[in-house]
DNA sequence: GTTACGTATGGCACCGATAACATAGGCTCG
DNA sequence: CGAGCCTATGTTATCGGTGCCATACGTAAC
């Protein structure tokens, strides 16, 4: 199928053969040399070449040096789609994001599976999709699957996986990042409900009676599970949660629930599910002339590179993205990091850990 | 050398042939079909279910109907290793980003590129580079050169130009994102100048006398034009320029400046060189007690998600970076989009526009 | 009624590497 | 000293498509 959407595609780029070349080299050069001309060179068999070039032990010290001065010498650079296609490895490793949802987190995300795919010899190809939709999720693991990727890392929160992302993922080895396992993937997870937890209980510590939750999009995993930590921390403490808010991370619903909070006297802490919800937060109860934070402290979680120059400077849970993302490479890689076991212990390779600013303080006292 | 670099890379995910299968289909569908089984199937030859796939014009109807069918039938996919391998190209363009400089954009940038390279039957493979230096831009290149590249956007502002890139990017086809340009390379660029024009001259209708500039890195073509947007705007006014002040396009650097503007009581108004500056500027300008826009007026460029929910919200020139992505991409495939023609000219398909909000006002009168 | 050409299709070599098997010395060990 | 094994290397088939050429048929042109 994807085989035939293919039909419609643009062949454009590529194949006229380098024609703007300065032509002061000898034409024997046009196409680049091959392992066939370094073995030549060397003096070897091409097999040999191929086995000194990826480290076989069995090469002999001497034999090794030569080719590997036949490949200087002649500029030599392997074909990734000849070893592709005869070793059945792409060393290329797919990477899915959302569109939507946070770019600041998919940007690091992307970053440290790239620096970490890169230091083990893997290419990162993307795919994005524009919105939480099944079909879309699928098309984009299908294109992945397509190009022949050796693994995906999942940046997207799976809530309902199809069949046909089973079937794909068990046949590639996959990581999904706070994600919703599927058959053959492992997950690896922020201890999100530590999160929130953790955020809740700062509030309360400093002496807040109540604390209120704005949450991001019901289907994401994150999400329910920040939630789950406030609610949790809420009630250990003895209290009863108060009405749920929800936003969809993006500044604007921040500001749209913000307003609702402004209306109401009581609220005198609030635990934010992302940084960016909550620039617009503030700005909603600056507007209704509620200070943030002598009148209404928030807690957010993220701590994206602006939360520092926010006004006040958010307190929020920080979130390694960068490393999240190379955690999930070296997970896929068998270098193991952790695994989430069950369906609620995970791995803490990457921890939570609260930065105190100035958005939150003790409740005023009358 | 490359080739030569892979011999400590780490073989390890795939390659154990799905041995964890529901092994309750027929076992010879254990190898993913080929062409020749969508041929025997059709009961026609490989050739022609190359053709049909392909969209040849020379194929019978109800030919190709058939083999769609197969197609269908047998859940066909493509090798894109093979396809690469005979066809010589790979279908892949390679995107060269950068780690630090602006996560929105980046990110913008990046789904943009991906969006137009999909709908156009292409795959996007990344490599970001950790800082702006030459030995890490080459190395880049020839990573994505050697997984077989089609095209190259480059992200990145090259200014200084090597003979290694140079040779890379004569062989393969190359569009720059506001950078230098190489032999081979064709530039996509938003008029910056424009911007920083349209930018300084919206302070100066506002009734301000004088306009300081904090700007970009100057290794950074867009910080060099919107300095000289700036500077010709004010000298058209018959404004001489004050001092510049520099930053690195982090909401730390321009904290950091901020504080040397809040120095300054003649400050009226600033033109910063990117919003995460800006929201530095106004944190550093608010801590010693200086209102934005009572007292400076402050405008700057990129319009990020978060820019409206400054205190106060921005006034910005906005740039579309993910149509600006798309762009580069249909220029690369050759759906000519504008392109750049002499050393300062440039196309404007992505225009410079300004978004008024809250950060600019008429400068207080005594 | 040949010649000439366009359309639909098949046959085969080949892209550049790797896997699997084969081979030839050299060494160890009973 | 011959069996058995390890090391270093070569040979051949193969991965799954595509490029190029050949072929067969039909039809328009002279």
Redesign the pocket.
């Known amino acids: 199928m994807n085989a035939v959407d293919h039909m419609n595609a643009v062949d454009d780029i590529a ?1 006229r053969p380098r024609e703007g070349n300065t032509m002061t080299e000898d034409t024997a050069r046009l ?9 030549r060179t060397a ?12 480290g ?9 040096r030569r080719v590997l001065a036949a490949v200087e010498q002649l500029g ?4 990734s ?3 592709a ?5 792409s060393h290329t490793i797919g990477l899915v994001l959302l569109a939507s949802g946070g770019y600041y987190s998919r940007s690091a995300v992307t970053a440290g599976v790239e620096a970490a795919a890169g230091a083990a010899g893997y290419a990162v190809s993307i795919a994005t999709i524009a919105a939480l939709d099944t079909g879309l999720m699928e098309q984009s693991l299908s294109k992945l699957a397509d190009q022949g990727v050796d693994g995906f890392v999942i940046a997207v929160p799976l809530i309902s996986v199809t069949r046909k992302m089973e079937d794909i993922t068990r046949d590639i080895p996959t990581v999904t990042l706070d994600g919703s396992r599927t058959a053959g993937a492992r997950v690896l997870g922020i201890d999100q409900r530590e999160a929130g937890r953790v955020a809740t209980q700062h509030l309360l510590d400093l002496g807040h009676r109540q604390v209120w939750h704005i949450s991001g999009p019901d289907e994401w995993i994150e999400a329910r599970r920040r939630r789950q930590g406030w609610q949790e921390c809420l009630s250990s403490a003895g209290i009863e949660a108060p009405p749920l808010l929800e936003g969809d991370w993006s500044p604007d619903s921040g500001y749209r629930q913000g307003q609702i909070i402004a209306m109401i006297p009581e609220v005198t802490a609030v635990f934010v599910a992302s940084d960016e919800m909550a620039f617009g937060v503030i700005r909603a109860l600056h507007e209704r002339g509620r200070s943030v934070p002598d009148d209404v402290s928030i807690v957010s979680v993220d701590d994206i590179a602006l939360a520092a120059y926010s006004a006040p400077p958010l307190t929020t849970v920080r979130q390694d993205f960068y490393h999240y993302g190379a955690a999930a490479v070296a997970l896929l890689l068998g270098e193991d990091a952790d695994t989430e076991g069950a369906a609620g212990t995970q791995g803490d390779s990457v921890a939570a850990s609260l930065t105190v600013r100035a958005s939150t303080a003790p409740p005023r006292t009358h």
């Open positions: 194949g196409r680049q040399p091959s392992m066939a001309d370094v073995a003096g070897v068999s091409a097999q040999t070449v191929s086995r000194a070039l990826r076989s032990p069995n090469v002999n010290p001497e034999t090794r030599y650079r392997f074909n789609a000849a070893r296609l005869s070793s059945g490895r």
